[in-house]
């Protein structure tokens, strides 16, 4: 069974930073891309950020490009999120997500089985 459980979301004013971390559970974690993604009332999910399986590569939506930071600590089968120079509009409720086996940072929702629960970021301006 794979759980994934994100913590770190909170009430931040604009500017401010947030962490997201997201704890997998067992070996699901390992060999597996991760990737966080996020849903604002009213719209559709979004891809946000994902990494490789190694880490070594990573990808990340345009509007978040240069403020977000994805990273992974296999060891201690932990995907994180760090979220500077926040925006009103990045406010939604986050995800992450277990992507495919030796895979790439995929952008694309239908290729992440699992997914947890959500944490809220809201982003006061």
């Known amino acids: 069974q794979v759980q994934l459980v994100e913590s770190g979301g909170g009430l931040v004013q604009a500017g401010g930073s947030l962490r997201l971390s997201c704890a997998a559970s067992g070996r699901t974690f390992t060999n597996y891309a991760m990737g966080w993604f996020r849903q604002a009332p009213g719209k559709e999910r979004e891809f946000v950020a994902a990494?490789?399986?190694?880490?070594?590569?990573?990808s990340y939506t345009d509007s978040v490009k240069g403020r977000f930071t994805i990273s992974r600590d296999n060891a201690e089968n932990t995907i994180y999120l760090q979220m500077n120079r926040l925006k009103p509009e990045d406010t939604a409720v986050y995800y992450c997500?277990?992507?495919?086996?030796?895979?790439?940072?995929?952008?694309?929702?239908?290729?992440?089985?699992?997914w947890g629960r959500g944490t809220q970021v809201t982003v006061s301006s």
């Open positions: 990494a490789s399986w190694s880490g070594g590569s990573t």
């Open positions: 997500a277990r992507g495919s086996r030796l895979a790439g940072p995929s952008q694309t929702p239908s290729e992440y089985a699992y």
